[in-house]
């Protein structure tokens, strides 16, 4: 038996997009259930490579079959999709969710820095779009396609924030490797805070504002004395 074909029922029959993770999982507990078949206990040990290579075989095969359904991997979870010129009659059949309002331009902004740079603070995406950002990053964080990701080395620890994988199922998107190319925002430059300076082992950091003055150059003693400024005293009647 082969596995492509056994990966074939699981994802047909499955109520929910399965993860190739989930998938291994469940040739485990097919091959330790007991009175277990033969075919099963064959796949017990199965590499997560070798389902991924025979998924793939699988989706180009239905690709190239040219039928109304295709196997298709969002957000790393593979799962049977019908094709979109089908839309009208499955429209009939099950009825249109609602879904959320479509995201505004600059909420689309924002996101493909958060994407092509995450981590990333909001003061660095604003750095890039050059405008304040609170508001759309309320928004998109509610939507969930944005999270806190962890805090950033630098004076202050501000937040970072990275996509997550309901952005990729959002957008269609296998991984963020299938992020279409942008070098472009890539090379745009951020000025990145200082990192804070710890003043000695077990201390706390040195304040930014003694910073600034340790790191200000020590006066040129064979400079010559800077030019004093005219008296603005009124001369006497």
């Given at each position: 038996m082969?596995?492509?074909?056994?990966?074939?029922?699981?994802?047909?029959?499955?109520?929910?997009?399965?993860?190739?993770?989930?998938?291994?999982?469940?040739?485990?507990?097919?091959?330790?259930?007991?009175?277990?078949?033969?075919?099963?206990?064959?796949?017990?040990?199965?590499?997560?490579?070798?389902?991924?290579a025979?998924?793939?075989?699988l989706?180009?095969?239905?690709?190239?079959?040219?039928?109304?359904?295709?196997?298709?991997?969002?957000?790393?979870?593979?799962?049977?999709?019908?094709?979109?010129e089908?839309?009208p009659?499955?429209r009939?059949?099950?009825?249109?969710?609602n879904?959320?309002?479509?995201?505004?331009?600059?909420?689309?902004?924002?996101?493909?820095?958060?994407?092509?740079r995450?981590?990333?603070?909001?003061?660095?995406?604003?750095?890039?779009?050059?405008v304040?950002?609170?508001?759309?990053?309320?928004?998109?964080?509610?939507?969930?396609?944005?999270?806190?990701s962890?805090?950033?080395?630098?004076?202050?620890?501000?937040?970072?924030?990275?996509?997550?994988?309901?952005?990729l199922?959002?957008?269609?998107?296998?991984g963020?490797e299938?992020?279409p190319?942008?070098?472009?925002?890539?090379?745009?430059?951020?000025?990145?805070?200082?990192?804070?300076?710890?003043?000695?082992?077990?201390?706390?950091?040195v304040?930014?504002?003694?910073?600034r003055?340790?790191?200000?150059?020590?006066?040129?003693?064979?400079?010559p004395?800077a030019?004093?400024?005219?008296?603005e005293?009124?001369?006497?009647?």
């Open positions: 082969e596995l492509k074909y056994i990966l074939e029922s699981l994802l047909f029959s499955a109520q929910k997009p399965m993860s190739v993770k989930e998938l291994r999982d469940v040739f485990a507990n097919a091959a330790s259930e007991e009175n277990a078949a033969d075919e099963a206990k064959a796949f017990k040990k199965v590499k997560e490579d070798d389902l991924v025979a998924l793939e075989q989706a180009a095969e239905h690709e190239t079959a040219a039928r109304s359904y295709r196997l298709a991997c969002v957000a790393g979870a593979w799962q049977f999709v019908t094709q979109p089908f839309s009659w499955l009939a059949l099950v009825g249109v969710k879904r959320p309002s479509r995201l505004s331009q600059a909420a689309l902004e924002t996101l493909a820095i958060i994407a092509y995450q981590p990333v603070t909001r003061a660095e995406v604003e750095q890039v779009r050059g304040n950002v609170d508001g759309t990053m309320q928004t998109i964080l509610e939507r969930g396609l944005v999270e806190q962890g805090r950033a080395e630098v004076v202050g620890r501000p937040a970072l924030y990275s996509t997550t994988p309901l952005f199922e959002y957008f269609g998107l296998r963020l299938d992020l190319a942008a070098d472009e925002l890539r090379r745009i430059p951020i000025e990145k805070p200082v990192a804070p300076v710890t003043a000695d082992a077990g201390l706390a950091t304040p930014p504002e003694q910073l003055l340790d790191e200000a150059p020590q006066a040129n003693e064979a400079e004395p030019a004093t400024a005219p008296s005293t009124p001369a006497a009647n």
